[in-house]
């Protein structure tokens, strides 16, 4: 039998009033369990969607004690997906509408649950493909080879540029010898530079002129090359991480995967029309 997104979704949803107000430490406070809140109105019908990025980013412009209307920094309309949506479908919905999860709606437009890229990619291993696809394809198969990289001490100037000129959203950080010391992500540029990263030339020059390893996460997890799809799978699920680069056994980097590479690896083998897909 097909799955369908009631099958997969978290039923015990977290939401927050669009009219709700607070400093940036109470409404962080309310992220316990996810990245992304549903917003509500008074009546209890979703408006909206609360990323934990926009806290952060309203934070960076404007200090983490003014007041914050959630309904002032809302994502609307929501995108949402059907509780009786295929799961093929909904991975669909997510690649388009570049986000990591969807609020569920009955049939009636209510508030049903929650649907996460986690929750996609382990049940769509689980069910669609045979147990030993994912334990014996190496990450090599779908990784993105020779990714391109930024210095740590380059401006983030350089660092935006190469973000909007490649399309990627997750930029590794490599020293001379090219090995991984950190990893940039599109959300953690936006959030220092006060501004979409598309419309980077617009930012304070002091905030272009900071270095890379002032706002790249250090250490971050990476892949060993060999390691099984069904290890990576593992690694996306605990670590909560939109990509993950791919290294030799000298910490060199070789590639990186991104969680919409797994998307869309599964969604194809599990029979789904082709989609278009931002990079890694």
């Excluded at 990323?51 to 209307?69: Q, V």
């Excluded at 020059?205 to 706002?215: F, G, T």
């Amino acid at each position: 039998m097909e799955l369908r997104v009631a099958d997969v979704m978290t039923r015990r949803v977290e939401t927050i009033e669009e009219t709700t107000r607070g400093d940036f430490p109470s409404l962080l406070s309310r992220f316990r369990r996810f990245r992304h809140l549903p917003v509500v109105d008074f009546r209890g019908r979703i408006v909206g969607v609360l990323a934990r990025t926009d806290l952060l980013e309203r934070a960076a412009r404007l200090g983490r004690r003014r007041p914050i209307r959630v309904g002032d920094l809302m994502s609307r309309p929501a995108v949402t997906v059907g509780e009786a949506d295929s799961l093929e479908s909904a991975a669909q919905l997510m690649l388009r509408s570049r986000v990591h999860s969807l609020p569920v709606v009955d049939a009636n437009g209510d508030l049903v649950g929650v649907l996460t890229d986690n929750d996609l990619l382990s049940a769509m291993a689980g069910e669609r493909l045979p147990a030993p696809s994912l334990e014996h394809e190496p990450v090599e198969l779908l990784m993105t080879r020779d990714p391109v990289t930024v210095d740590p001490d380059a401006p983030l100037e350089v660092a935006a540029a190469a973000l909007v000129e490649s399309g990627i959203r997750h930029l590794p950080v490599v020293d001379a010898d090219r090995r991984l010391v950190g990893i940039l992500s599109e959300r953690d540029l936006r959030s220092r530079i006060g501004a979409d990263v598309r419309q980077w030339t617009h930012a304070a020059p002091s905030a272009l002129q900071e270095p890379v390893s002032s706002v790249m996460t250090e250490n971050p997890i990476a892949l060993v090359s060999g390691t099984s799809l069904a290890d990576a799978l593992d690694a996306f699920s605990s670590e909560r991480v939109g990509a993950l680069p791919v290294v030799d056994p000298d910490d060199r980097l070789v590639g990186i995967l991104s969680y919409v590479d797994m998307l869309r690896w599964l969604g194809e083998h599990a029979g789904a029309p082709e989609v278009a897909a931002p990079s890694p």
